[in-house]
T-cell receptor, first 114, second 115 residues
Framework: NAGVTQTPKFQVLKTGQSMTLQCAQD?????MSWYRQDPGMGLRLIHY???????DQGEVPNGYNVSRSTTEDFPLRLLSAAPSQTSVYFC?????????????FGPGTRLTVT | AQKVTQAQTEISVVEKEDVTLDCVYETRDTTYYLFWYKQPPSGELVFLIR??????QNEISGRYSWNFQKSTSSFNFTITASQVVDSAVYFC????????????FGTGTRLTVIP
């Protein structure tokens, strides 16, 4: 199993550009989520999904969109990048909601918006 | 509402010393899960332990041990005989029963083990 994979590993965007961060998992996990990590703030939840076709907002959803058309993939879209979105982004997955298994994290994407 | 507080921003110890990382949490749920994750300098997040709110037994895994006390809402992590490879940022996190599987993280404690 590859686990949770994220692409790209690094990305530089100009303000106003859009892009999609890719996340995939091969563990047949129903739950997937996106977090951003900023210095001194820990990780904060952006969006999450409890299954294909179901998504919901987390703590800091503004400026981001998600969709979940398959169990395996959970892309995160930045609609119009802003310098405040400079961060490290982590995707995670776990077994079904209600069981509270540990989440498996991808390696992260370091995004810089200039 | 839920909150996880890691008051120690940075800790430095000399190799072979013991070190305890503090974690205090707040939640209104009676059922919840607590976690510790390690983030080494390479940046990935490594799961260390999960503990549910009904299990207050302390746990030991090699040089690592965890002390869960509901009376003080604390879930502290101790590394015995620290090693340079323990240098990392350590995160404590919480999942509420009513919050899907969403993790609420503390701000992390950066541990530096000096050889």
């Amino acid at each position: 199993n590859a686990g949770v994979t994220q692409t790209p590993k690094f990305q530089v965007l100009k303000t106003g550009q859009s892009m999609t961060l890719q996340c995939a998992q091969d563990m047949n996990h129903e739950y997937m989520s996106w977090y951003r990590q900023d210095p001194g703030m820990g990780l904060r939840l952006i969006h999450y999904s409890v299954g294909a076709g179901i998504t919901d907002q987390g703590e800091v959803p503004n400026g981001y969109n998600v969709s979940r058309s398959t169990t395996e993939d959970f892309p995160l879209r930045l609609l119009s990048a802003a310098p405040s979105q400079t961060s490290v982004y982590f995707c995670a997955s776990s077994r079904p909601q209600g069981v509270f298994y540990e989440q498996y994290f991808g390696p992260g994407t370091r995004l810089t918006v200039t | 509402a839920q909150k996880v507080t890691q008051a120690q921003t940075e800790i430095s110890v000399v190799e072979k010393e013991d070190v305890t990382l503090d974690c205090v949490y707040e939640t209104r749920d009676t059922t919840y899960y607590l976690f510790w994750y390690k983030q080494p300098p390479s940046g990935e997040l490594v799961f260390l332990i999960r503990r549910n709110s009904f299990d207050e037994q302390n746990e030991i895994s090699g040089r690592y041990s965890w002390n869960f006390q509901k009376s003080t809402s604390s879930f502290n992590f101790t590394i015995t005989a620290s090693q340079v490879v323990d240098s990392a940022v350590y995160f404590c996190a919480l999942i509420n029963q009513t919050g899907a599987n969403n993790l609420f993280f503390g701000t992390g404690t950066r541990l530096t083990v000096i050889p």
